[in-house]
């Protein structure tokens, strides 16, 4: 357990965000976690701080259907920074999936190469268990 | 008696022109063309034009040619070929390009014309009937595309955040944590009835006839200053509201209510949240048959660039805030049901004021 991770979460629900982040904290992981109800605002604080948390990889926990500024614009307006930035950082978007979801929309957020999986809501504990050990060899 | 039926006739011949004037004018209005430029002049300033006849020969441009032009830029006129039978080519070429809706055989018989005319008038009143059920079909078809979009993020979203926030209650042990995801529980569960509370309102909007009554503003907002001032000293927000009634106004109840109470709910919704001065200002005058409503604030303010965009069904412009997307559609539905008219102006982080104008009914 000597790797740590830093996760940002992008949630226009706060209900959302509390939720994912004591699901975080009770990974046993030493994690540093900040929550965003804007991806705007998100975006801002990245574009301030492109260095993430130093050498701890950066995990971006997207919701996709958010008012104002989407988790696809998110992705787009984020592919624009360096490539030195980009690589601080992993994308998982974590959303509602349904068949009223254009399935088209789950394509084409597979075809950002910074989007590394997604994850379903309602997040539970084996959901994220399964993700750590995920993410953990891919860094 | 209805309005007389406009007809184009475009010939070549001034004579022709005006023989099917004189004969036709007592029961139809007739316009005329000698040539295809001008035709196409009138019918852009005439859209209301039903029936056009056309002879095949003219210098120029061809009868064929000209309906083949105006099938595209006019397609509800009805087109009638005049033509002799020497010109049978041309009869069968624009009868398979799809461009005539008849032909009549010159010389002509005025009883010919008139049933050519009876029979395009029903066809070009059954065209525009479809067209316009079609443009209606088509925003009801957008409009539940919408729905089902917003329906899988505004019901479905926090029904996901509550069940997510149920697993995770097996794993709290602190008490405090459990009342603030309990609170935040709460939120969201309000906010997924005001939601079905509003696509009622919507509902009940696109489906609802009107009820004209006498309005008494002062009645009107007496009951919503109720909800409001509690609101207000929660908030810290000072409320003010001015009522200067003059004369009878008639309307609907229901839809002005929910103008109201949409406009005052944001008002105090989209408050700039560190402020110390925060206020809202309703005025309303109603005089000579017009009821003038401000709603101002000391808000956030709308983003230049949103400002067309928030009377859109589900847009939202700010991601701070609890919103539907249903609020401001409805108060644009409820004023086109009223006749009235909204205009706003806005200044980011100094606030937004909206006027309503209503005419008495």
Redesign the interface.
Known sequence: MDINFSFIVIDDSELDCFVTRKFLERTNESLIISTFQSAQHALETIRENPAGDNSIPTIILLDLQMPFMNGFEFVEEFEKLSAEVQKNYMIIILTILSSVNNPGDIYRIYNFGTVKSIIEKPLNKEKLISLLNYIRPAI | MSEKIKILYVDDEPENLVGFKASLRLDYQILTATNVPLAISILNDHPEIRVVFCDQRMPGKSGVDFFEEIRISHPLAVRIMLTAYTDVDSIIDAINKGNIFRFVKKPWIEADIIWAIAEANKFYLANSMLSIKNDELQKAYNELNKF??S???DI???L??????M??AS??DDID?MK??LS??E??VKKLDTYVLSMHDYYSLQRGELKITEIDFNKVIEELKAIYTVLSRINKVKLEISIHQDGIFRSDYAPLRLIFNNLLSNAFKYQERNSTNKSVEMIVEVQNGVATIYVKDTGIGILGSHVGEIFNLFY?????EV?S?FGLYNVKSALSKLNGQIEVQSVLHQGTTFKVTIPSI
């Open positions: 089902a979009y329906v899988s993020h479905r979203g926090p996901s955040g509550l069940l997510g926030a697993n995770l794993d709290i944590e603030e995801m935040l529980m939120k969201s939202r412009s700010n991601s701070l919103g997307g």
